[in-house]
C-alpha cells in the first residue's frame, strides 16, 4: 500500500495537468505553476526521507507509517477540495511529506519482518506496486475526463485517499517490526511477533530462535558500528566515495528523463497529435508498459548485474530521446497553445512521424521500467557499509528527491523555451550518465558489505577491474573488516547478560 501511495500520488497529477476542466479552473496554469505541481510534492518527500528516521525510531516502523498515512489523508483532502491554486500546491507538498516516509519505511517494514528468504523479491514487490500505482492513476485519470465538470479531477486525488485510510489502519492489523523491539530492549514482544510470523505460534521453534539471535546481533553491531549524525557520515573521509557513487546514482535515476515522460507524457503525447482522452489513454498505456517491463528486471538483475543493466538502460533511453527530438524537431513547427500556456510542437501535418514519437516514448519507459526503476534502489541499498547503512541510504534517497524536483519544475520551462530541444538535453545528459556508470560504479552483485567496502578503497575506475583476483589480493583486509564488526559486537555485549541466556 506504501508503493501504491507512491505510485499513484507520483502520476495522477500528468493526466489530471491535460484535462480542460483542471487548466479551466486553474486558468492560468503557467509552466512555472505545472512544474510547481510536481515539484512540491518531491520537496515533501525530501523532508519525508529525511525526518522518517527519527520519527520510525521512536515511535516505531508499524506506527510512523500509519501517522503517515494520515498525512497523505490530509494532502488527499487539500487536493480534492481546491478552491485555487495556492491550496492545490499545499496539498502536493504535504501528499509528498507522506511519499517521501513511506518510499523509505515501507521497503524497511518489509525487510526488517520477512523470512530472509524472500526478502529481496519484497523488494523488487515493492517497485512492482508503485508501478501499479502509476497505471490505476493513469487509466482514472482517463476514465474521468469524460465527467463533464470539475469532478472530472476532483474524483482521482479522491480516490487516492482510500488505500491511505486502509494504510493507516494497519496499527490494528500488523505487528510492529521485531527488530524495532529488540532495539527498544523489549525482547518478550519480539519473540511474539517472530513466532506469529515464522513458527506458527510457537516461540521455541529453530527458525525463530535464529532469527531473534540474527536480529539482537545486527542490532549489537550496528549500534556499536554506526556513526551518530549526518554530520559525522561527511566528515569521514572513509565515506567520501561510496557516498558519491551512491547519490550520483540515485540523482542519475531522476536524471535519466524518465519522470519528462511520468509527468507530462499527456501533453506529449498530445503534440504527437492525440487530442482529448487519447491522450489519457495513451497515458494509461504508458503506464501499463511499465508494470509489464518492470518484472523482467527484477528477474535480470540478480543474473546480469546492476551495473550492465544501468548501462543498457541508459544507451537504449538516450537513442529514444534523440529520436523523440528529431522526430517533433524534423516534422513538426512550434506554436502557441492557449489551453497550455506554453509553446508546443504541431505535428498535424506528419502523422506517421506523430505514431514514431508515440511508438519511441514507449520503448523507452520500456527500457527504463526494466533498468533504472528498480535497479538504482537496489543499488544504493547494497553498497554501503554496516557503519553508515542506514544514514548514507536515507541520504541517498533524499538526493533522489532532490533530483525529482528539479526534473519537475524545470521541464515543463525548457518545454516552453524549445519545445523539443528539452529531450536532446535529457539525451545529452544520458550520455555523461552512461559514460560516469563505466568508468566509475562498481558492480555490487554477489559480494559482501565487507568485500565492498574493500572495492571501494580500490581503483577509481573500475571499467576493467577483475573483481575475483583484486578481493583474493586483499583478503585478509577483507578479513580484518570482518573480524572489526564481531569485534564490535563482543565488545557491546561485554556486561550484559549471556547470549546464551534466554531473553525470556
Known sequence: LGGLLFGYDFGVTSGVMAMPYFQEYFYELTPAI????????????VFGCLIVGVLSDRFGRRDTIAGSALIFIVGGIL????????????GRFVSGLSVGACSVL????????????IRGRLVGFQQLMVDIGLLVSGWLDFGTIYIHSDWSWRIPYMVQILPAILLAFCPFLLPRSPRWLVEKGRYDEAMLVLAQVHGNGDQNHPYVQQEFKEIKDSVVL??????????????????????WVGCSIAIFQQLTGANVIMYYAAFMFQQAGLKGSMSLMANGINYIVMV??????????????????????????CVCFFIIAGLYGGCGYKEWDEASMSHVVNMSENPNAQNAVIAFIFIFVAFYATTWAPVAWIYIAEIFPLRIRSKGFALASSVLWIGNIVVGQ?????????TWGTYLIYGAIGIGML?????????PKGLSLEEMEVIFKGPLIVTNLNYTEYLAAHHEEIER????VNRAAVDKSKGEMSEEKSPL
Open 222 to 243: 550496528e549500534n556499536n558500528l554506526s556513526v551518530g549524525s549526518y554530520i559525522d557520515l561527511l566528515k569521514d573521509s572513509r565515506n567520501h566515495r561510496v557516498l
Open 410 to 418: 524545470v521541464t515543463p520551462v525548457l518545454m516552453d523555451s524549445i
Open 481 to 484: 573488516i570482518r573480524e572489526e
Open 435 to 443: 559514460v560516469w556508470v563505466i568508468l566509475f560504479a562498481p558492480e
Open 79 to 90: 487536493q480534492t477540495a481546491s478552491q485555487n491554486i495556492e491550496m492545490q500546491l499545499i
Open 292 to 317: 509489464v517491463f518492470c518484472i523482467p528486471g527484477m528477474l535480470l538483475v540478480d543474473r546480469v548485474g546492476r551495473v550492465k543493466l544501468m548501462i543498457w538502460g541508459s544507451t537504449g533511453m
Open 34 to 45: 505545472k512544474g510547481a505541481l510536481n515539484s512540491l510534492m518531491g520537496c515533501g518527500a
Open 106 to 117: 515501507s521497503p524497511m517494514y518489509n525487510a526488517e519482518l520477512a523470512p530472509k528468504e
